[in-house]
Each structure stands twice: as C-alpha cells, then as structure tokens.
C-alpha cells in the first residue's frame, strides 16, 4: 500500500509572532511561526476596517524552536533568525519581489531533533543585532557573531561557545546596552551540587560578548527566585534605564549589574485557589517616544502594564498594574499602528485597538508598597473587568486543538461535512466544516419572473465598475443601472419585450444585444444598428470585438467589429447538425482579434475554429468528449512572475467544457496551433456545469454552476476548484461596483443575488456552535440528525457553583473592589445581564478551583438548527471519557448511549481516582433527549466503549470486558484482564476485537462465543503511545501515537488466515505464549511522521464519487488526508518527484526531509504531497530541470498529476 | 599520565561521556538512568510545541505554566528519591 500524504488545511495556532519591518521601513509585517509553518502576514486596510493577508505561508518541514528577528542598524529591513531541530541556525530574508524566503545561512552547528543538549530552544538576539546566542535546554550554548562586508552583506562568523556543564537553562535574552558590548541574560541552574533532593538554586548569569578579544565570558551571576521562568528585555541605551525584567512565579523583579533588585508582587484574581502561582507566559513591550511599557499576561490570560520609574542612573520603583484580559497568548505583538496582535494558545486569535494605556485607577502594585509577611509578600488582589483599553477589531480562526472528528452527511448534502470538535475550556466549540469556499452575501432582490440569463455592463471598457445589469426573462429584457440603489432604466435603447441570448459591450463603449432573431448594435450617440435574422439564433457566443452566432440547424455566423465600430458580417460557416454551446476566447493584449473559436455539437465533440483572416472557419482540432458539451469558456491565464501569489506562471489558455453528465473538462489549448492537449476531468455534481468567467483577484477565474457553484482559480501557482458554500444557481456574471470590487450576480429561481467570494485558498468553510467545556469525544445518533458530545475539564467550577460565584461578585462590585470605576457602571446598568455578559467565560475562562475537582457535562446537538436539545451537567466531581451507541440484545429501549466517566481524577503525584462509572441512557424524543437507566461501577477509568455482538466492550484500566444490559446495572460477561497499561481504544469487526493501548499499540483479540473468551492472538513489536486509531479493514489498524506519528499495522495474510481457518483460533498457541506477547506478530505497512500529535482519524471520502482516504487532525488544529495511490506508474512517478524536490528544494531551515519524516521510526510507503506541491512555487528553470528527469515530461503534466491527485481527495 | 594512555578505550570514554551528557556507563544505576531519561524525555517535550500543547490540555494548563512545570521537574520535586531505584 502506498499513500500521498496531504495538508487539507493547514494548522493556522501560532507558536511565535513578532512585529518587524521584512519589507522596508514603511510597511509592518507580522512574522508567525507554528511548529511546521513559517508565515507573514499583514494588516490591510480595506474598505470593512484592517484585515489581515497573508504574504506567505511556507512548510519549513521540521520542527521551529524559535524565532527571532535581527534588526541592524542602517538597514531599511529586518532579518529573521530561525532555530529549528536542522541543527541549523538559519538566517533568512524575505523578498517581497519573488515573494519567497530567502536563505542568507544556515549554519550547522549540532546535531538534528529537540534534544536537551541541542541548542535551538532559545535564540536570542542582540539589540543592536550585532550577534546571537543560540542556547539548548542544557549545558550548550553558542554565540554568532555578525558583521557586515562592505556595510552592505551580512556575514555570520564562526561560532563561539559558552557552554556551562551541569546548568539548566530556562531563558535567554540579549541585554539592551547600546553600543557596548553585547551582553546576554540567562536564567541558570547548576544541578551538580544539588542533584539529590533539594539544594538548587537559579541564578541570572550575564555572558559578555567582548567583541574586540571576540571571547564570550560569564560577566555576572546572582541569585535569583526559583519560580523564575522568563525574562523581558528592558531598552536600555537612551531608550531607557537597559536590564532585565525577570517574571517569576508571582513576581516581576528588575533586575542589572550593579543594581539592587527592584521587586513588585503580580496582582492575583481575587477568586484564584491559594495553591495557584500567577505566572507570566508572555510578554511584549510597547515603546513610544514618551513612554515605555511592558505588557505582560498571566497565565490565566490577564494583562497588565508593567512600568519603570527611572532617573539617570537608577530605576527606583517598579510597578504593575491590571490592564484587561484576553485568553492566554503564546505570543503578543503591538504594531505601530496600535493594534495589538494577540496569538491565543489555543482557539482563535484576536486582533485589538489599543484605545487607551491604563490611564484609569486601577488595581496597581508597585515595588514601593511591597509588604513583607512571615510568608512572603503580601498579596494585591484585583477583579477581572471589561475591556477597557482594549478593543477587539478583528479575528483569525484557528481549530486548535482538534479534540475529535467526524466525517459525516448529516445535512443531506452531496458532499459530506466534517464536524470538529476544537477549543479548550470555555472557548471550545462543535465546528462543521465544508468543502468549499465561504461566500457572502450583499444583496438579494426579487424579480418580476423567472429570469434566463443575468449579465454586466460597464460604460466604457475602460471603467473600473459595471455601470448595468441585465436580466432577461422569457420574454422581456430588464435593464438595471448599478449606483446607490440598482434601479431599472427604460430608455436604454434595448428591445425590452424580447428574452436576450447574449448581451455585451462591443468595441470601447457600444452595446450589442443579441436576440433571437436578431443582433442589435447600440452605438455610443444611441445610433441603432440591426442585423435581422431568418432563422432563430440559438447560441450567441462575444468577446466584446467579435461575435458568433449559431442559427438553428447549424450554421455558423461570424462577426467582427470593424475600425470605423461596425459590425460586419465576416464568414459564414455551415455545421452538420444543431450547435449545442460555442464560445469565443478573449482577445489577447495588443491583438486585434482572437484566433480561436470553440464550438461543441450534440454529437459530442468539440471543434476549434480558426478565426485568422487568412484561413477564417477552418477546423484547427477535435476533441470527443464522453457526453454531449452544456456549456464552453476559453479562459486565458497571463503570464506572471512572482506578483501576489509568488509563483511563476506561463501564458496559457484553457478550454473548458461542462459536459451534461455533470463532468468538467479542462484542456490546455496552444496559442498558435490551437491543438488540444492534457485534458483533465473532474465530475462536479449532478447537473451539466453552466460555465461562467469571475473575477478573482484581478485574474479571470471559471465559475461552474452545477448542482453547487463551482469556482476554479489559481492560487499559490495550482489551479484550484473548489466549491462555494452557496446555493444552486442558474446564471451568473462577474460584478464589480464600488461597494464591492469582485463580486458575482446570479440568479436562483426568481431572486437575483449579488455576493463576494472571501477567504481564497482556504479549502473548508466552518459553521460554529459553542460548547461549554473542553469537548472530549464526538458519537453521531445513527438516526442522522443528533450529534452527541461529551465535554469534561478539571479545575472548574460546576454551572450551580459558577452561577453562586457570580451573584457574589456582582454584590462585590458594588462594593468598590476595583476602584471607584465599577461603582459608576453599576449606577449606569442596574441589569446583572449586562455585567454577567461583560465578563464571558470566553474572554475571562473559567474561575480556577483545585485541581481535583471536575465538571463535565453530555450533550445533544442538532447540527442542522444548531441547537442543543439536551445537556446534562454530571454532578459529583465525575468527569466523562468516553462515550458510544449500543444495540444491547435486549431490545426493550433500543438504542442507548454508554457513557463511561471517573469520578475525583487525579493526575498528580500519582495517576488515581476515586471510582468509574459506565452510564447508560436511553433515547427519548426521537433521539433529542436522553434519559438516564442506570449507572454501573467499575473499578477503573473506562476510557474505551464500543458496541460488540449486541453487548457493550469496555476497557477499564487494563482490563477488556464484556457486559450485557440488566435492570439495573451492567452484568458482567467475560473479560481478559492481561493488557499491559491502559485501554484507549476498542474497534470490532466480527469475532475480532482491536484493542488499542496506552502505550504498547494495538491488540488484535478474538472473541469465542463457545467458549466466552477474549484472547489477544497478535500485537505490535513497537511501543506506540497512541493517540487515535482506525480500522481499516479486517486485518489492518491505522493508529497515531503522541510524538507525531501516523501508522498502519497489518496481520500477514497467512496468520489471518491461519487464525481464522484453526478451530481453537489459534488459542493453543496463545496459551504458550512468551514474555507476555501475543504469539503473533503484526507488520508495519505504513509509517510516516506528520509533525503534530494527531487526535483523531477516520476512513471516509470527502467529495462525490471519490475514493476512501484517511482523513486526520491534529492537536494544532490541522486537518490533513492520506490517499491510497493504486497504479504502479503514479507511485513510481511521485516517488521520483518527491526525490527530486529533496534534492533540488530542500526545506527552508536546513532539515534533512527524509530524516524528519522519519524523526522517530523510519517512513515507509508515504509519499509526501505537501513537499512535491511545492513544485509550482519553483522557478521555471528548476521546474523544467525536474520535469526533464521524470521520462522527459513537461512541468505543466507535473503540475497536472499534483492536481488530480488532489482533486481524488478533496 | 602517559602519552599513550591518552588514547585508550577508558579516556575516550571519559571524554565522550564529559562531552555527551547522558551517555551511560558500566556502574550507572538506576536513579542515574532514570534521571538522564527524564530529562532526555522533558527536554523533548518542552522542544515540540505540538506535545506541549498536548499535555496542557490533559492537565488543563496554559503551555507556558506547562513549560515552566516541565522545566522544574528535571531538578528534582516530583521525583521519588534516590533510594527507591538503588
């Protein structure tokens, strides 16, 4: 089995962010990093507020441990600095001309992964970029050193070492010291005194970088709090008094040589458990030219402004004080423009004004007030407020994590939806994502009767907005003007009471309607020209200077604009039969006229026409087709380099073909010959796609209205089609007016509709639902229209409690607890529900309560109303794990729902619990409620459930066992309690049950009625920490284990058949087995490192007519695919493709791409398409090079193949 | 110290297990093992963003609270001593 791995759609958490200047001075970009993904984005203004664009997004292929940028003095852009587990620190460019990272160095200095030792996990630069020290978690730590040749190119020096044995590190920042010296703050740890027990001590240990003796030396070291965790530059130089910020748990200490510790307490939330520390996650200064401040949060997602008082010499006081509250970042950066970009740790990310800079009283601690106790300093404690200086403007959706999946057609729709559970906490949510790009809609209007046909006019060709619309109806023809309202116009010199066939602009700015039996020619002064036809014109095809018509029983018309804008009467040409569709292709830039003409008949070919003076009406190809052609559109794709997509396109036109099987075919048509070539087909839906030209991002794009509307444009270099998330339409045309630029019109029964496709590139649109707690496992009612989730959190406070909580604090507030501020609210809003709604769980999370305790909660979703119609909050501390449907034998109540929960789950100091509990329900009301039957006791966590010969299969701790429904509790059937440490996984198939471990991988069991037994007859070789598992077919489990891997272990065929054919099973080998193993053996057939913990998997397809693929997502929020490839050729030509783009394109920061999609087992029989999609973003000479090594093929075939491959997917 | 001994199996050892932290040895016992695999493994965790996020939702934590807990452990706390491995 061989499988193409490919990203649907990519992880879009943010690991790092930094604000910096890639392109030049003026602009200001935002530089992201996520594990894998290295990505600019930029804030745009546009006409609906700042939104943000994506520059570039690159795969790196391994894994980003930190990133940075280097800003030097004089030059007009920054650098970035990259450390990833290559062993390579990379330093790179950004071009925005070719729109590509540029690789300056990547310079080896270790050896490959995250090791301990390996430094990579903290990069830091100097102020003034003059050097950079690279450090690892241990011992090792490297400085660069960077000068310039000529003042102009960079140059990075050998490294020098400043390694220390026997020291933890836990951060490293470069030191603001102007122009001396580049001096780097750690914070370290040395464990050789104190590697027994207690003892150890952190120290903030300065490194000198003396540049003139180019030696690195210890400087200074000083005790500091254990709690410490993170440092924070302060400017130093003329900016400011220079220095540290060392965050600590509880405490921000300013810490420099030769100065006394100025230490300020970080205020707590008044309702925070008094075992909770307030530690400090991240962190960003905000500089003006008249004030410095640092905004840190906590870990519980509060902000606050951190400020210096600061004379010449000394900083004399430091204080702290309470700004807003946003979930938890992993990353804040401000922008020049004061916004602040705020990367969430998990759920999506915000974008905020910053409206003001804590001017307000506030809850403030300062170095001056700190109080010593007996046990430590005293407390400042605070209550979380509305926003007050900040305001959220904008978002960016993020999945992570992704909890559970499912692949499911609950809507009823061609294609099916994926429902996504994602989120943490409060902000957790049901997703429903669909293939397709999302649409919005302006405007709809009603018309006076069912329309055939819609178009656009503009005045002139050379206005930048349409100026009409017509619509025309079986026997009329309406004209709309296009301004503040779109009224209707009489006097346009239209035949209004005939349908149109075609309306269009002719030459610079006249008109041409074309009816049925005629053309009429409406010229700038409202001179009118008509041409009268015989016979009925049945098919019009224009390109704004020619026409052709097709009157009834074939014959052709040609048509061309003359110098003096008349339309004459070119060439006529006869056809055998009637005409079935027809189109002209544009003009290209700087001809006067198109050559081709594409015509398609009933007897199901397409025939391209010459339309040269020279040999007018003469048949340039032929094509068949597989059912009689709807609809034709010659599409002409510009040549470009670089430009918005980055990506170097030839010219090109395109022949495409609807057929009225509902199939589209695309063929390449070359411009001189006009010879058909490299046909692609793709089934769209169920009806004949009607083909229409858009506009997207300047370029003409195809849209196809089947059953769904289809649109196919380029993006990033790939020709995509994607469908939109909109109605079926019957007509459509590109639309462009000043509220918006590249919209559509089309009409749908008797409504037209005018809408704006958004979001290109991105492949799922999402629905949201908000849930309550974090979300655990996803089962669908078979029924098809419930979804049952099941959400549990630990450290929360129960719905009853929260609500008590609450009411409390609202009677605080009016007692002053922040100030005199919030007394003013509550004079203004005596409402509780404004104040209550002000503070959201998801702004604020949830109240933290000792970590033992659990809330969790069941719930039933109707996905299609999006509404809950049944939610059960689990009282007591119990906490559910795992959920199922079962059909017990006992039919008495049908199907019923088994939900297995735990009751005081603790993980610390040691993995216990209180008691297990396996809960059934019954179904009531169709599905929309459930009822509790009763509840059973176990002695373990039942992590695992799954329905099993009219029983229900449980894995409890280690134990597998098989219960029947009683009255009132489970009854015990058999079990097998020889599992090595936990159960996560069940999956049945007949007799065989697949049981998947916590850490040993899967299981493969065999159930004897006979004899009521469970024995494991094969296992896996391999430890497998697993995450997700599937099975894929009787013999074969797919499964995903923590670091990162996806697997697919296989019975050889003979044991399966073996254990099958024997009458005890295979039992009598299993009694003698060894070591504790099964007797058999499974292979490993497919192994491959994804680079993200993957949750969840299923086997499904996810377009119509498709094959099955795998189908995975991951904790980071990604969604990716593996396709089966079946023919022997296709395997060897992207096996051959992938080789080469190793070769030719490696990974941007120096990882060996082999050796990480083998990071921890080797990868077998997995082609990686995320790498040989790539391939369109190379430059044409590297392509053709490529494309010549692989049998002499062409780089439009490649990207061809790439492009089927995908289309098999999704 | 003889020139010679300089390049014999014993010093080379010596010299690689000086430079490569964590390299075993003949007289190593359990808590010594145990130790070195403990930070060998958090020294992962904390390197790969994805694990960490993982864990953080398992303990209900924000990554960064689970980078500092996870940085802490090799020193010692959550350790049992030395005498349940000799």
New interface residues.
């Given amino acids: 089995m061989y499988l193409y791995n490919l990203t649907l759609k990519p992880s879009t958490a943010i690991s790092f962010a930094i604000s910096g200047n890639f392109i030049n001075t003026n602009t200001e970009q935002i530089l992201l990093a996520n594990n894998k993904l290295l990505q600019l984005i930029q804030l745009d203004d546009t006409a609906n507020g700042s939104k943000f664009q994506t520059l570039i997004s690159v795969d790196v292929f391994g894994t980003i441990r930190s990133l940075s940028k280097l800003s030097l003095h004089g030059n007009d852009k920054d650098y970035i600095v990259l450390s990833s587990d290559s062993g390579c620190i990379s330093v790179l460019e950004y071009d925005s001309k070719k729109n590509v990272f540029h690789v300056l160095f990547n310079e080896t200095f270790g050896k490959s992964g995250c090791r301990r030792m390996i430094p990579g996990q903290f990069l830091a630069v100097d102020p003034k970029g003059r050097a950079v020290m690279i450090g690892a978690c241990e011992k090792q730590k490297f400085v660069y050193v960077f000068d310039r040749r000529n003042g102009k190119e960079l140059k990075i020096n050998s490294p020098l070492e400043a390694h220390k044995s026997h020291t933890f590190v836990y951060d490293i920042k470069g030191v603001d010291v102007g122009w001396e010296n580049p001096i780097f703050a750690a914070i370290e740890l040395d464990y050789s005194e104190a590697d027994v027990g207690n003892g150890a001590q952190k120290f903030l240990t300065f490194y000198e970088l003396d540049l003139s003796l180019n030696h690195v030396s210890r400087k200074w070291s000083e005790p500091i709090d254990n709690g410490t965790n993170m440092l924070v530059t302060v400017p130093g130089g003329v900016d400011g008094p220079g220095g540290v910020l060392v965050c600590a748990e509880n405490y921000v200490i300013f810490k420099n040589t030769g100065h006394l510790d100025i230490r300020a307490v970080i205020p707590r939330r008044s309702d925070l458990p008094a075992e909770h520390g307030v530690l400090i996650v991240s962190a960003t200064t905000y500089r003006k030219k008249y004030f410095l401040l640092f905004l840190l949060q906590s870990e519980y997602g509060d902000l606050f402004m951190c400020t210096l008082v600061y004379g010449k010499e000394n900083v004399t006081e430091l204080k702290i004080k309470y700004f807003d509250t946003l979930p938890v970042t992993s990353a804040m950066c401000i922008l020049k423009a004061n916004f602040l970009f705020a990367a969430s740790e998990f759920g999506n990310h915000g974008l905020y004004e910053i409206r003001a800079i804590g001017y307000a009283a506030d809850v403030e601690s300062s170095s001056a007030t700190l109080i010593e106790m007996e046990e430590g300093f005293q407390p400042v404690f605070f209550q979380p407020r509305r926003l007050q200086n900040l305001a959220r403007i904008d978002q960016v959706e993020s999945l992570m994590p992704v909890m559970d999946m499912k692949v499911a057609n609950l809507f009823k729709e061609e294609t099916p939806q994926i429902f996504v559970l994602c989120g943490r906490g409060p902000r957790s949510s049901l997703r429903i994502l669909r293939p397709g790009l999302a649409v919005s809609e302006r405007a709809v209007s009603q018309l006076p009767g069912i329309p055939s046909g819609v178009w656009t006019l503009k005045k002139n060709r050379k206005d930048k907005f349409d100026a009409y619309i017509v619509v025309s109806f079986a026997n009329a023809t309406l004209l709309l003007s296009i301004g503040e309202t779109v009224e209707e116009i009489s006097d346009s010199g239209f035949l209004d009471t005939v349908p149109s066939l075609c309306v269009s602009l002719l030459g610079e700015d006249s008109l041409a309607q074309i009816h049925p039996n005629g053309i009429r020619h409406i010229r700038e002064d409202r001179r009118i020209n008509e041409w009268n036809s015989k016979r009925t014109i049945e098919k019009v095809a224009s390109n704004g200077y020619q026409v052709v018509i097709a009157l009834a029983g074939g014959e052709l018309v040609y048509f061309e604009m003359d110098m003096t804008g008349l339309l004459i009467e070119v060439e006529r040409h006869g056809m055998l039969g009637n005409v079935a569709c027809l189109d002209i292709a544009p003009v290209p830039e700087g001809r006067q006229r198109s050559c081709f003409l594409a015509v398609g008949s009933h007897d199901n070919t397409i025939r391209i026409f010459s339309l040269d003076p020279d040999d007018c009406m003469k048949i340039l190809s032929v094509q068949s087709v597989s059912s009689p052609p709807e609809s034709l559109l010659l599409l002409d794709v510009h040549a470009s380099v670089g430009g918005e997509d980055g990506v170097y396109l030839p010219a090109g036109v395109f022949l495409n073909v609807g057929l009225q099987s509902g199939v589209l075919y695309r063929t390449v048509v070359d411009m001189v010959t006009g010879q058909l070539s490299d046909t692609r087909s793709r089934l769209l839906g169920l009806r004949a796609p009607k083909l229409f030209c858009a506009l997207v991002r300047g370029r003409r794009a195809l849209l196809c209205l089947s059953s769904k509307p289809w649109l196919g444009y380029i993006h990033g270099g790939n020709f995509l089609l994607t469908p939109l998330s909109y109605e079926t339409l019957e007509f459509a045309a590109s639309f462009s007016s000043g509220q918006c630029a590249e919209g559509v019109v089309a009409v749908t029964g008797d409504a037209l509709r005018i809408f704006t496709i958004e979001q290109l590139g991105e492949t799922f649109n999402e629905t949201m639902i908000p849930l309550r707690y974090t979300p655990r496992k996803l089962v669908h009612h078979p029924n098809g229209k419930q979804l049952i989730v099941i959400e549990s959190e630990q450290g929360a406070f129960s719905a009853e409690e929260r609500k008590a909580a609450r009411k409390d604090c609202l009677k605080a507030v009016g007692m002053e607890v922040n100030g005199n501020h919030n007394a003013q609210k509550v004079e203004n809003s005596n409402d509780d529900e404004e104040i209550c709604g002000s503070l959201s769980d998801e702004q604020y999370g949830y109240p933290k309560a000792e970590s033992q305790n659990w809330v969790s909660c069941i719930r039933v979703i109707e996905p299609r109303t999006e509404t809950t119609t049944c939610l059960l909050e689990l009282q007591d501390n119990e906490a559910a794990f795992s959920v199922c449907t079962v059909n017990f034998n006992n039919k008495e109540y049908g199907m019923l729902l088994a939900v297995g929960t735990v009751k005081g789950l603790k993980f610390w100091p040691k993995r216990s619990h209180a008691a297990g509990f396996i809960h059934i329900y019954r179904f009531i009301d169709d599905g929309k409620g459930l009822q509790l039957l009763h509840k059973t006791q176990v002695e373990g966590t039942p992590l695992a459930l799954c329905q099993f010969q009219g029983h229900l299969l449980a894995g409890i701790g280690p134990v597998l066992r098989l219960y029947d429904l009683g009255k009132r509790k489970l009854l015990r059937k058999c079990e097998n309690k020889l599992f090595p440490h936990t159960i996560v996984s069940v999956h049945t198939c007949r007799d065989r049950i697949y049981v998947g471990d916590i850490q040993e991988s899967f299981h493969f069991c065999k159930y004897r009625r006979d004899e009521n037994q469970i024995y494991n007859f094969a296992d896996d070789s391999l430890p497998r920490w697993l995450t997700a598992s599937y099975r894929i077919d009787f013999d074969t489990m797919a499964g995903a284990d923590k670091f990162g891997n996806i697997y697919f272990t296989r019975i050889p065929q003979h044991i399966s058949d073996r254990i099958e054919e024997d009458p005890t099973g295979g039992k009598i080998k299993w009694e003698e087995g060894k070591l504790n193993g099964a007797p058999n053996k499974v292979e490993e057939i497919v192994q491959f490192h994804v680079g993200d913990t993957i949750t969840c998997l299923e086997k499904t397809s996810l377009i119509l007519g498709g094959h099955d693929c795998i189908v995975y997502g991951t904790v980071m929020g990604c969604i990716g695919a593996l396709q089966a490839l079946t023919f022997r050729e296709d395997i060897e030509f992207f096996s051959r493709l992938e080789m080469n783009m190793r070769q030719e394109h490696p990974p941007l920061c120096g990882r060996d791409h082999l050796a990480y999609r083998s990071a921890y087992f080797p990868v077998k029989n997995v082609i990686d398409g995320d790498l040989c999609e790539q391939f369109s973003t190379l430059s044409p000479v590297v392509q053709k090079k490529i494309a010549d090594v692989l049998d002499r093929r062409t780089p439009q075939e490649i990207l061809k193949k790439l492009e089927d491959v995908r289309n098999k997917i999704i | 110290m003889q020139a010679s001994d300089r390049f014999n199996i014993n010093s080379q050892l010596e010299h690689l297990q000086?430079k490569?932290?964590?390299t075993g040895h003949a007289d190593l016992n359990r808590f010594e093992w145990a130790?070195n695999i403990q930070?060998?493994s958090?020294?992962?965790y904390?390197?790969?963003?994805?694990?960490l996020?993982?864990f953080?939702?398992?303990?209900?934590?924000?990554?960064?609270?689970e980078?500092?807990n996870f940085?802490q452990v090799?020193?010692?706390t959550?350790f049992p001593?030395?005498e349940f491995f000799v």
């Fill in positions: 000086a490569y932290v964590g130790v930070r060998d958090y020294a992962s904390v390197g790969h963003y994805p694990m996020a993982f953080a939702l398992a303990e209900n934590e924000s990554i960064g609270r980078r500092y940085m090799p020193f010692g959550a001593n030395e």
